[in-house]
C-alpha cells in the first residue's frame, strides 16, 4: 500500500506544517512580505488561479515561445529524467498544471511536490490537480523548507520573472537537489537585439516583470558547478536544464 503523499512530504519539511484547504503550509497567516507588484498581485488573485490553467498560461505562453502546453510539459518531463526520479519539487506551481502532469511521469511511489506562495493558487492546485503522487506546500521560495539534497528534480516553470530575487531563488533550488539529480527552469528571455530587448525590459519592468538575458542563468548553473547545462530559447522564453555532479541515490 502506496504511502500517503502528505505525510510523505511533511517527512521531508524542516518547518511546522498545517494543513490548510488540501496543501501542507508553513507561512500561516502573515508573510512579512515586500509590497506585491501588479504580476504578482495577480498571481494571488482567485479568479486568475481558476482560469490560469485552462486558459491564461496556454495561450500567453504558446504566443511567447510558440511551444504548446503539452510540448513543454514533454520536454519538462524529459529534462528532469523523470523515468528514474523518486521525489520532484515544483517551486512557484501555480495551480500545478505541471506538476500533477509530470508526477504521472513518476516511478510507483514516487512523490511531486508543488510548491508556491499563494493560497488561491494551491487551493486550485488541490482541486484540479491532486493524485496519489502528489502533494502541495504554500512558503516562501526565497527559503525553501527542507533540507539539503532532499529531491531528484527541481524545477521552476513560468516564475522566476515574478520574483524580487530570483537568483536566489535559483540557489535554493540547487541545494536542495541531490548529486546527479535534475533542474530545470522556464524562463523570461530578452534578445540580444538592442530595440527588441529595451522594448521587452521597459514593458515587463512596468507590471514588475524581469527579462533576462541569455547567459544570466546558463552561467549561474556553471559558477555552482553544475554540468550537463543546456539551454532553448524561443522567443521570448528560455528553457534552461543541467545536472548536479555526483551520484544519484
Given at each position: ?152 528534480a527541481v524545477c521552476c516553470f513560468g516564475a ?66 553544475l554540468v550537463d547545462v543546456e539551454q532553448q ?17
Amino acid at each position: 500500500m502506496s504511502q500517503d503523499p502528505v505525510e510523505l512530504t511533511r517527512g521531508l519539511l524542516n518547518e511546522t506544517s498545517v494543513l490548510r484547504h488540501g496543501f501542507l503550509d508553513v507561512l500561516g497567516e502573515s508573510t512579512n512580505s515586500p509590497v506585491p507588484t501588479v504580476a504578482q498581485r495577480a498571481m494571488n488573485s482567485p479568479f486568475v488561479a481558476t482560469v490560469y490553467e485552462r486558459l491564461w498560461r496556454p495561450a500567453a505562453f504558446y504566443m511567447a515561445s510558440g511551444v504548446t502546453h503539452r510540448a513543454e510539459q514533454h520536454r519538462a518531463a524529459s529534462a528532469l529524467h523523470l523515468s528514474t526520479a523518486q521525489r520532484l519539487l515544483d517551486v512557484a506551481c501555480g495551480p500545478g498544471n505541471f506538476t500533477g502532469p509530470l508526477a504521472q511521469r513518476l516511478p510507483d511511489g514516487g512523490l511531486a511536490v508543488g510548491f508556491d506562495i499563494s493560497a488561491p493558487m494551491l487551493t486550485r492546485a488541490v482541486l484540479d490537480n491532486s493524485g496519489p503522487q502528489t502533494c502541495y506546500v504554500r512558503g516562501d521560495a526565497h527559503e525553501l523548507p527542507f533540507g539539503d539534497e532532499i529531491f531528484d528534480a527541481v524545477c521552476c516553470f513560468g516564475a522566476l520573472y515574478l520574483m524580487p530575487e530570483p537568483f536566489r531563488v535559483a540557489r535554493e533550488m540547487m541545494r536542495v537537489l541531490k548529486p546527479g539529480g535534475r533542474i530545470a527552469i522556464l524562463t523570461s528571455y530578452a534578445r540580444e537585439v538592442a530595440p527588441i530587448r529595451h522594448v521587452l525590459t521597459a514593458g515587463a519592468r512596468a507590471i514588475g516583470l524581469t527579462m533576462f538575458d541569455q547567459t544570466a542563468f546558463v552561467d549561474l548553473f556553471l559558477s555552482a558547478g553544475l554540468v550537463d547545462v543546456e539551454q532553448q530559447t524561443q522567443r521570448a522564453l528560455q528553457f534552461v536544464a543541467a545536472t548536479k555532479p555526483g551520484s544519484n541515490n
